[in-house]
């Protein structure tokens, strides 16, 4: 267990600059943190305690430097269908069960298992949560009460039926401004948090020309005493496959997120049992202050380390500044119209699908097109766990289906000697070869990623992939990150003998691809020469 607690090297890489960083990703969280309290059916309260209460745990316990915490879009998706069942205290229950579970995932060291979900879930199962979010918020942004309907699509439908029965166009106009300043603010300043000044406005314009609009309504001005009058121990049972449900979801959410911030920084990699450690000690601690069931923010994240964070800092300085906006803030917050916290989350979910990655996705072949589909069809149809279940189990197949096409049996012949000669002057001369063998797929994409970049330092590197029998999404898009690594430390990337049938899923590399090996390490001995490494 001491390997999950904190330590003094967490803390040796904090700067100044990961306090403004915390205050930025805070800017950001507030109105997040107070619209998923409310999709959630505990209220904007609750939605708040849990980013002070959870963010701050798990940026002390959590196995990423850089990782931000708190209530999310895909965990208010899991949450509604229990708070319709169960109840307020069902959800806190079942959040300190989840805690639990997660604690016990950690020690049993099962974070090492996130790398056997490829991209094609992921991203499916990204685009379905999207979908969900935008449908939850229907009827707060058509000013419309909730329906008691528990499958979104037919709330949604239900509640566009009462707006077309007595149409009130002010809360459509509030989310609708709200969501087209955040998305066209993106556009036009990617780096600048538009979500707290659209809220502000909004909520100013809304109160001066007092428009009837539902609102948060009033908020505690400090966080509540932890208690555990919620639980009730002859429910735990009841209670026990819901919780399963959310630590999968938290445990999923979270490893994926900081496997995200691992790619956006250059020496940061995180601990995946710990981090399962630091999630399952917020999520047994945030219930106690009224807090729901958190996990680890793929966009707040993001945020996080665009803004320059370095070290754990950070997060715990967003945590604190929403404590501050509790103890301080508190009455102003309680006059937010709920239609201005819907659009904040419409343009969220808008822009929690990568265009890119979806469209690179589906260009890179048919199966994993296929996979993507139906995860994010499942997600919407059925539920998260079970649709990641469906996409992993879709992606295992086309994944075996590879293999067995790629095996053959080839004739080569022996080769006298090694050829340890030509290693080592090429590594005189700054440059590596690697040669791929067999499939790069998701299973053996991540243990190919650590290898890679982990090399002796050089300054080229030729990648031979005449002998690569199949690639998928996964496989792709971890060379794609393992490539920009190697560039980031002033590596040139070269490759050489790509098959025909795999020219489609490399094509996003971007790197200079030669028929044959000698001739990608003429080009890099060319290369050295012009930068004067090489006479």
């Given at each position: 267990m001491t390997t999950f607690l904190p330590a003094r090297t967490d803390w040796s890489g904090a700067t100044r600059r990961d306090l403004l960083a915390g205050v930025t990703v805070a800017i950001v969280a507030?109105?997040?943190?107070?619209?998923?309290?409310?999709?959630?059916?505990l209220g904007a309260a609750s939605g708040l305690v849990t980013a002070v209460v959870a963010g701050a745990l798990a940026a002390v316990f959590g196995g990423s430097s850089l990782q931000v915490s708190g209530p999310t879009g895909a965990m208010t998706v899991v949450l509604v269908p229990i708070v319709a069942r169960y109840g307020a205290d069902g959800v806190l229950t079942v959040g300190l069960l989840a805690g639990v579970l997660l604690v016990l995932l950690a020690v049993a060291r099962a974070g090492r298992y996130m790398r056997y979900v490829p991209?094609?879930?992921v991203e499916g199962f990204t685009i379905g949560i999207a979908a969900v979010i935008a449908l939850q918020q229907v009827p707060a942004a058509l000013g419309v009460p909730t329906p008691a309907e528990e499958?979104?699509?037919?709330?949604?439908?239900?509640a566009v039926a009462d707006f077309a029965a007595a149409p009130r166009w002010e809360a459509v106009a509030l989310a609708v401004g709200v969501a087209l300043v955040m998305l066209l603010g993106a556009r036009w300043r990617p780096g600048v948090p538009f979500s707290l000044p659209a809220v502000v406005v909004a909520t100013v314009l809304a109160q001066w020309a007092a428009l009837p609009v539902a609102r948060i309504g009033e908020l505690p001005a400090a966080l509540p005493a932890p208690s555990l009058a919620f639980l009730d121990p002859s429910a735990l049972w009841s209670l026990l496959p819901s919780a399963v449900a959310v630590a999968a979801l938290a445990a999923l959410e979270s490893l994926l997120s900081a496997a995200v911030a691992d790619g956006m920084s250059v020496n940061q990699r995180h601990d995946p049992d710990r981090e399962l450690f630091g999630q399952g000690l917020?999520?047994?601690?945030?219930?106690?202050?009224?807090?729901?069931?958190a996990t680890a923010a793929i966009a707040r994240t993001a945020v996080n380390v665009r803004s320059?964070?370095?070290?754990?800092?950070?997060?715990?300085?967003?945590?604190?500044?929403?404590l501050l906006i509790v103890l301080v803030a508190a009455p102003w917050v309680a006059g937010v119209p709920l239609a201005v916290l819907a659009g904040v989350l419409l343009a969220t979910a808008v822009r929690m699908v990568e265009v890119g990655s979806?469209?690179?996705?589906?260009?890179?072949?048919r199966s994993d097109a296929a996979v993507l589909a139906l995860t994010a069809v499942a997600t919407l149809a059925l539920d998260l766990v079970t649709a990641v279940i469906v996409g992993l189990l879709l992606?295992?197949?086309?994944?075996?289906?590879a293999v067995s096409r790629s095996a053959r049996l080839e004739e080569v012949p022996l080769e006298p000697g090694d050829h340890r000669e030509e290693e080592r002057a090429l590594l005189a001369q700054h440059i590596v070869a690697y040669r791929l063998d067999g499939p790069l797929l998701f299973a053996a994409a991540h243990r190919f990623l650590l290898e890679l970049t982990e090399i002796t330092p050089v300054a080229v590197v030729v990648l031979r992939m005449s002998r690569l029998s199949a690639v998928d999404a996964t496989g792709a898009q971890v060379?794609?990150?393992?490539?920009?690594?190697?560039?980031h430390r002033g590596v040139t990337v070269l490759v050489s003998g790509v098959r025909e049938e795999h020219r489609r899923a490399l094509d996003n590399l971007g790197l200079p691809v030669f028929d044959s090996t000698p001739e990608a390490i003429e080009h890099a001995r060319e290369h050295l020469r012009e930068r004067g490494l090489l006479a």
């Amino acid at each position: 267990m001491t390997t999950f607690l904190p330590a003094r090297t967490d803390w040796s890489g904090a700067t100044r600059r990961d306090l403004l960083a915390g205050v930025t990703v805070a800017i950001v969280a507030l109105p997040l943190a107070l619209g998923f309290g409310v999709a959630s059916g505990l209220g904007a309260a609750s939605g708040l305690v849990t980013a002070v209460v959870a963010g701050a745990l798990a940026a002390v316990f959590g196995g990423s430097s850089l990782q931000v915490s708190g209530p999310t879009g895909a965990m208010t998706v899991v949450l509604v269908p229990i708070v319709a069942r169960y109840g307020a205290d069902g959800v806190l229950t079942v959040g300190l069960l989840a805690g639990v579970l997660l604690v016990l995932l950690a020690v049993a060291r099962a974070g090492r298992y996130m790398r056997y979900v490829p991209a094609p879930v992921v991203e499916g199962f990204t685009i379905g949560i999207a979908a969900v979010i935008a449908l939850q918020q229907v009827p707060a942004a058509l000013g419309v009460p909730t329906p008691a309907e528990e499958h979104v699509v037919l709330a949604a439908a239900e509640a566009v039926a009462d707006f077309a029965a007595a149409p009130r166009w002010e809360a459509v106009a509030l989310a609708v401004g709200v969501a087209l300043v955040m998305l066209l603010g993106a556009r036009w300043r990617p780096g600048v948090p538009f979500s707290l000044p659209a809220v502000v406005v909004a909520t100013v314009l809304a109160q001066w020309a007092a428009l009837p609009v539902a609102r948060i309504g009033e908020l505690p001005a400090a966080l509540p005493a932890p208690s555990l009058a919620f639980l009730d121990p002859s429910a735990l049972w009841s209670l026990l496959p819901s919780a399963v449900a959310v630590a999968a979801l938290a445990a999923l959410e979270s490893l994926l997120s900081a496997a995200v911030a691992d790619g956006m920084s250059v020496n940061q990699r995180h601990d995946p049992d710990r981090e399962l450690f630091g999630q399952g000690l917020a999520n047994l601690v945030a219930p106690l202050f009224g807090g729901v069931p958190a996990t680890a923010a793929i966009a707040r994240t993001a945020v996080n380390v665009r803004s320059g964070a370095t070290s754990r800092l950070a997060a715990l300085t967003h945590a604190v500044v929403l404590l501050l906006i509790v103890l301080v803030a508190a009455p102003w917050v309680a006059g937010v119209p709920l239609a201005v916290l819907a659009g904040v989350l419409l343009a969220t979910a808008v822009r929690m699908v990568e265009v890119g990655s979806v469209r690179a996705l589906a260009r890179a072949g048919r199966s994993d097109a296929a996979v993507l589909a139906l995860t994010a069809v499942a997600t919407l149809a059925l539920d998260l766990v079970t649709a990641v279940i469906v996409g992993l189990l879709l992606a295992g197949v086309f994944a075996l289906r590879a293999v067995s096409r790629s095996a053959r049996l080839e004739e080569v012949p022996l080769e006298p000697g090694d050829h340890r000669e030509e290693e080592r002057a090429l590594l005189a001369q700054h440059i590596v070869a690697y040669r791929l063998d067999g499939p790069l797929l998701f299973a053996a994409a991540h243990r190919f990623l650590l290898e890679l970049t982990e090399i002796t330092p050089v300054a080229v590197v030729v990648l031979r992939m005449s002998r690569l029998s199949a690639v998928d999404a996964t496989g792709a898009q971890v060379l794609r990150d393992a490539v920009r690594r190697l560039e980031h430390r002033g590596v040139t990337v070269l490759v050489s003998g790509v098959r025909e049938e795999h020219r489609r899923a490399l094509d996003n590399l971007g790197l200079p691809v030669f028929d044959s090996t000698p001739e990608a390490i003429e080009h890099a001995r060319e290369h050295l020469r012009e930068r004067g490494l090489l006479a």
